[in-house]
C-alpha cells in the first residue's frame, strides 16, 4: 500500500497509549487499531482532525505517500 500510516511512531513520540488517545478523541480502539496497522480502507478528515489536533501534528506526520504499486508487489 502506498500510503503508510505512522499513528504509532506519533504516539510513541508523545508518549501517548492508544487507549488514552481512544478516550481524548472519542473513536474506538478498534477503529484506531485498524488505522493503526494500516488496515483501514478510507480515514475521515474528522477523524483524521480530531487526531492532528490531539497529537498537535501534522495529517503528513501521520500519513505518508510511498511511491511503489499497491500492496507492496512489483508488476512484470
Do not use: H
Request: proline share 5%.
Amino acid at each position: 500500500m502506498p500510503v503508510r500510516v505512522n499513528l504509532d511512531r506519533v504516539l510513541l513520540d508523545r508518549r501517548m497509549s492508544l487507549t488514552e488517545l481512544s478516550d481524548r478523541v472519542g473513536v474506538t480502539i478498534a477503529n484506531l487499531s485498524i488505522l493503526k496497522t494500516g488496515k483501514a480502507r478510507a480515514v475521515r478528515f474528522s477523524t483524521l482532525d480530531a487526531l492532528c489536533r490531539e497529537l498537535q501534528c501534522q495529517p503528513g506526520d501521520i500519513l505518508t505517500f510511498e511511491s511503489g504499486p499497491p500492496g507492496g508487489y512489483e508488476e512484470d
